[in-house]
């Protein structure tokens, strides 16, 4: 019996066969798989590195954004305020003006009605003593029984 044939421990051909097989796939996978495989993950690594990034930037692109949009908005209300607070006030000179103008317009129309009252009344009053007068001259001549008027005629006559 031969010790080689009967003994696992040591080695055979194919063991040494397969042993060469295995060296050289594993050199053909090393050299022509691997290579591309690293390439990509690199390349996937880096990616993912641009996007955080880009990420980053983003956010800080976004804060900044939205701190001028804040301090824009801060501003606009600001004159908003300013504007409305004006419009207010013009508003409140309009209407003071037009009630001076109303209250002009009221007094002098006031003012011409009493006049124009006045003067109605004066008439009136001038009509009334005339009227007063003469029903009164009439009213004693019936009274009486003569004519007043002739009598007062006399009088004035003697006194001139």
Known sequence: ??????????????????????????????????????????????????????????AASYEDADTEYRAAMKDARGDATGIRDEARAKANEELAAAKRRATDEADSALAENSKALKVEADSALETARRDVDRLAQTLAGRVLGNDVKAAKAEQTETVN
């Open 1 to 58: 019996m031969n010790l080689a044939a009967e003994n696992f421990l040591i080695p055979n051909g194919t063991f040494f066969a397969c042993l060469l097989i295995f060296v050289i796939v594993l050199i053909v996978i090393r050299t022509m798989v691997v290579p591309p495989i690293v390439k990509v993950l690199d390349e996937r690594n880096a990616r993912v590195a641009q996007t955080a990034e880009d990420n980053r930037a983003a």
